[in-house]
């Protein structure tokens, strides 16, 4: 009799559970019909399927949803909400030791706390990132382009001593840095920035551009550093 009751039990309890997943399962379904008229309620629809599937254990998919979410506001171009639901992904894809996708996530937040003037935070997750592919065969190679991005929002402080810092510290921590196209960029930039030369920075531009076309974040991070530049060009004129 008391087998009987346990697997009775038991029965019961696989039933609760999938129950609750195919209720996340008709959650993330209507989140796919709303996506096309309201992003708003898709978001929250997937939400919902978020939190069963963390009840039943489900943290992968917890993981991919809120990613899916992070999307969505992604599209609509609310990067705040966007920033905030890739960093949850990104620690659910972390807790679960999958580290590309938790890299990916951690990349999105970074450039889009760049767009967003947040540069500490994102030169934090580019360096930090770095950091942890220089001992992983297939992750290595990006390094110096997770450097040149944090060496960019360094440029974006339109503060010398701190790009200067930061090109000596990245070379220190990848000693093949050194010799890269995108650390003797930074190295350039830097030098026309202290020089207050518009025209040296934009020649380095167009020469990095010709051989390493720039991406239009890049190109976004680097019209930023010209701006300041010219502002503090005619600051100057003022005075004289």
């Keep these: 009799m008391g087998s009987s009751w346990k697997s009775l039990s038991k029965t019961c309890r696989l039933s609760l559970k999938d129950s609750k997943h195919d209720a996340a399962n008709a959650y993330a379904e209507a989140a796919k019909c709303y996506k096309k008229v309201d992003t708003n309620e898709a978001a929250s629809c ?42 949850k992904a990104a620690e659910f894809f972390q807790n679960e030791e999958v580290t590309t996708s938790a890299n990916q996530c951690n990349l999105k937040v970074a450039q889009y706390a760049a767009q967003l003037e947040q540069y500490e935070k994102a030169i934090k997750i580019y360096e930090d990132i770095a950091r942890h592919s220089l001992n992983n065969n297939l992750l290595k190679y990006g390094v110096k382009g997770h ?11 339109a503060d010398v001593v701190s790009i200067t810092n930061a090109l ?10 050194t010799g890269t196209r995108e650390c003797k960029f930074l190295a350039d930039l830097a030098s026309a920035i202290d020089e207050e030369d518009i025209a040296k920075f934009t020649d ?26 010219k502002a503090k060009e005619l600051e100057e004129d003022d005075l004289t």
């Excluded at 917890?62 to 909400?81: H, L, P, T, V």
């Excluded at 380095?204 to 530049?229: G, H, N």
């Design 46 to 87: 997937l939400e919902r399927a978020v939190n069963i599937f963390c009840e039943i254990g489900r943290l992968n998919m917890a993981a991919r949803y809120y990613k899916e979410i992070a999307e969505y506001y992604e599209s609509d171009q609310k990067f705040e909400q966007a920033i905030a639901y890739f960093e």
């Design 147 to 157: 450097l040149l991005t944090a060496g960019m929002c360094h440029l974006c402080k």
């Design 168 to 177: 000596e510290k990245y070379q220190d921590l990848d000693p093949t840095f």
């Design 204 to 229: 380095v531009v167009k020469e990095f551009d010709s051989m390493t076309p720039l991406d239009s974040w890049k190109t976004t991070m680097l019209l930023r550093v010209k701006e300041k530049l």
